[in-house]
């Protein structure tokens, strides 16, 4: 079996607060899924159209004390075990660790399995976790029940700011957290991994300060729109052109915790990413 899955991120938020939104039903229908249910020790349930396999709960409380809370989710016929750990990095700071068993980085490239979502999953949740307890406007979460992939975001900046944040290499690998390789004009490479990775997907349209279209061949496309909105920039991100029998929902997810770290990166002061070994996408 592989090696556990995990996650570190850093919450400005007390211990204790950050606790309370893994516990309460109503915190976790906040940031993590349309519906939850909890009474520790014997219950903690999610499920929704925002979890994978969600159609009804899948998780049972296997531990929890003060820092560490363990559940089993049944994914794709295997018991998982997941585990959050909490460790108190200043009075008004948390570290929050997640851990995750029988996740395969093969399921990813292949979407034999669920189980190959949910590093994106777990990323973009604990960015809206992160938002949540800081008082910050979330990112919208993927539907597992559409194949329609569009979201709309406010960031707080002008429109040719974010714009330059999103065609400058060296911006976007910072914010992203991966090395990105742009060149941006039509035909120019969109290389996730940097130029020198190997094959990159292409920019098919593009209008400075407003638009770009960059084609995945079967990845699909992905286009944003930027608008300025009321001294805020709009931004409009759509995936289309996949085979819709087999949504790239785990990609999506990628994206969309992308787009909530590019909006920390434009409206906070003395930004630094939440993750503290790069973004985990």
Known sequence: ???????????????????????????LRVWLAEHAEVDLPHRYEFWGRHTPEGEAPHQRPLHVDDRTLRFSWLLDGEETTVEFSLLEETPDSTVLTLSQSHFDFQDVITGNSIRGVLQTFWSLAIANLVDHLEGRELTGRCDFTSPVFEERALVGASPEKVYESLTDSEKVSSWFGYPVGIEPYVGGRFAMGGFEAGQAAKIIDLEPGHRMSVDWAEGGVTTWELEESDGRTRLTFVQSGFDTGRPPYGAWMGWLSGVAELRRFHELDGWRPIWLDGQPV
């Open 1 to 27: 079996m592989s090696e556990p899955m995990k996650l570190h991120a850093r919450v400005q938020a007390p211990l204790e607060k950050v606790r309370h939104a893994l516990t309460d039903a109503g915190e």
